[in-house]
């Protein structure tokens, strides 16, 4: 991995969001107009194809990049070709959860809980089971890489004795005489 993005070093917040303009008015439909208003949400991604070439004018649908350690804009107000001040809202398709505590996605900041680790949960949960020695109980530390496990496929008791249960007679077609046959 290169040096320059150390990835536990870098907070990564930034995600992309569809966010719905209902009740768009038509003037607004075009490149230009829909740009504006992608940046005042965030870095603008696309356009759906349906918005593009105005197919469904119930709503216009974009794709922005936005910073969700940030709260999220619910309305931009921006002026129409008329000279009448629109105040259009924003329905956000989906919304992360973020943390702004740890800086991880997953969870609200209400639930963080940062001292605990995922190597120390799985160490202190795991149980020793001394019927199996191939299971390992410790979770792999950073400095010994893990370890491939063999698994085996269990053996079913009489498996012969299964199969020769299975056996149907079937009489013969050209001779009349009475075969026994496997089914699979």
């Known amino acids: 991995m290169p040096d320059c993005f150390k990835f536990k070093e870098d907070d990564i917040s930034l995600t992309p969001i569809w966010a719905t303009l209902p009740s768009l008015p038509l003037e607004c439909w075009h490149t230009n107009a829909l740009g ?36 999220l804009e619910d309305h931009v107000e921006f002026i129409l070709p008329n000279g009448v001040v629109r105040k259009q809202p924003i329905v956000y398709e989906y919304t992360p959860k973020f ?3 740890c800086n991880r996605f997953g969870h609200l900041k209400e639930s963080c809980q940062p001292s605990a ?13 001394a019927n199996n020695a191939a299971v ?13 496990m ?10 012969k004795q299964q199969q020769s249960a299975k056996a149907v007679q079937q009489p013969d077609a050209i001779t009349g005489s009475i075969k026994q046959t496997q089914t699979a």
């Open 117 to 129: 680790t995922p190597t120390a949960t799985a160490t202190a949960t795991a149980a020793p089971n």
């Open 99 to 101: 943390c702004s505590t």
């Open 136 to 148: 390992k109980t410790a979770a792999p530390n950073k400095a010994q890489p893990t370890e491939w």
């Open 36 to 71: 504006k208003i992608d940046l005042r949400l965030g870095t603008p991604i696309a356009i759906d194809s349906l918005t593009m070439k105005m197919e469904r004018v119930s709503y216009a649908r974009i794709l922005v990049e936005v910073d969700a350690s940030k709260k």
């Open 150 to 159: 063999v698994v085996r496929r269990r053996q079913k008791n009489n498996l």
